[in-house]
C-alpha cells in the first residue's frame, strides 16, 4: 500500500507529512523514554522494527501507483503501544525508499500516516477490544494484526481517491474503486498476517515470556510451592 515517489500532488504531500509529523515526533520521546526506563526490552524493540521492515517489505502489484502488502505494525503496537510505532514504521519507510525504491521522500508522510499511524492505533484499538470481551492474547494479536493491515490499506484507498478523484463519480466513485482492486489482495493479506502474528506469539511466549510478562502481555507465571 506504499504510494510511489511523485504520485501525490504537492499539496497533498505536504498536508500528508504535516498531518504524520506530531505522531512521528511523539513517537520518538517515546521510543526515547523507552529505552532510558526499561533498557532490557531495547533487542525486542528492535525486532518489532525489523519484523516491520521484512514483512512490509514484500510488494505484490496492485495497481499503478501503489502496492499491496502486509505491514507488520500490529505486532509492535500490541508490544510497545501505537505511539513507539510512528517512529519505527516511519524509519521503515524511509529506509524502503531509499534502499528499495518501494514508496518515495514525497510520498513519505502520507505512507506513515496510513501504515505508520492509522495502522498501529486501529490495530491496537481491536486487540483492546477483544481482550475487554475476554479474549486470550493470541486472538487480539491475529485482531491487532489484521484490522492494522485493513486499516493501513483503507486509508491509502483515501488518500488516493482525494488525489485522483474520478472524473464522473468524484471522490467516493474513486476511493470504492480504490478499495476493489485494493481488497482482491489485501483481504487475504490481512488473514494471513493475523495468523503469522499468531506463530510470533506463540512463539515469544515460550522464548521471550519474561519480556512479555514485563510488558503487560501475559500475567507472571506463579512461584513454585515449597
Given at each position: ?36 526506563e526499561r533498557p532490557e526490552n531495547t533487542l525486542l524493540l528492535g ?180
Amino acid at each position: 500500500m506504499h504510494i510511489a515517489e511523485g504520485f501525490l500532488p504537492a499539496t497533498h504531500a505536504v498536508g500528508w507529512t504535516l498531518a504524520a509529523a506530531p505522531f512521528v515526533v511523539h513517537g520518538a520521546r517515546q521510543v526515547v523514554t523507552e529505552v532510558r526506563e526499561r533498557p532490557e526490552n531495547t533487542l525486542l524493540l528492535g525486532a518489532a522494527g525489523a519484523f516491520t521492515f521484512v514483512l512490509s517489505a514484500v510488494k505484490l502489484p496492485s495497481f499503478t501507483g501503489s502496492s499491496s502488502h502486509p505491514t507488520g505494525t500490529g505486532a509492535g503496537a500490541v508490544l510497545f503501544r501505537p505511539p513507539v510505532m510512528a517512529l519505527l514504521g516511519t524509519i521503515v519507510l524511509l529506509f524502503q525508499a531509499l534502499l528499495l525504491a518501494h514508496g518515495g521522500l514525497t510520498t513519505l508522510g502520507a505512507n506513515a500516516f496510513a501504515m505508520a499511524v492509522v495502522g498501529p492505533w486501529a490495530g491496537y484499538g481491536a486487540y483492546r477490544l477483544v481482550r475487554r470481551l475476554g479474549g486470550g492474547l493470541l486472538p487480539g494479536v491475529f485482531a491487532a494484526m489484521a484490522v492494522a493491515d485493513l486499516a493501513t490499506y483503507v486509508t491509502t484507498a483515501g488518500q488516493l481517491a482525494l488525489a485522483l478523484p474520478d472524473a464522473e463519480t468524484g471522490v467516493a466513485g474513486a476511493l470504492v474503486k480504490f478499495l476493489s482492486v485494493f481488497a482482491l489482495t489485501q483481504v487475504p493479506l490481512a488473514v494471513g498476517e493475523g495468523l503469522l502474528g499468531v506463530l510470533l506469539f506463540r512463539t515469544l511466549t515460550v522464548n521471550a515470556r519474561p519480556e512479555l510478562e514485563r510488558l503487560g502481555l501475559l500475567a507472571a507465571a506463579p512461584e513454585p510451592t515449597r
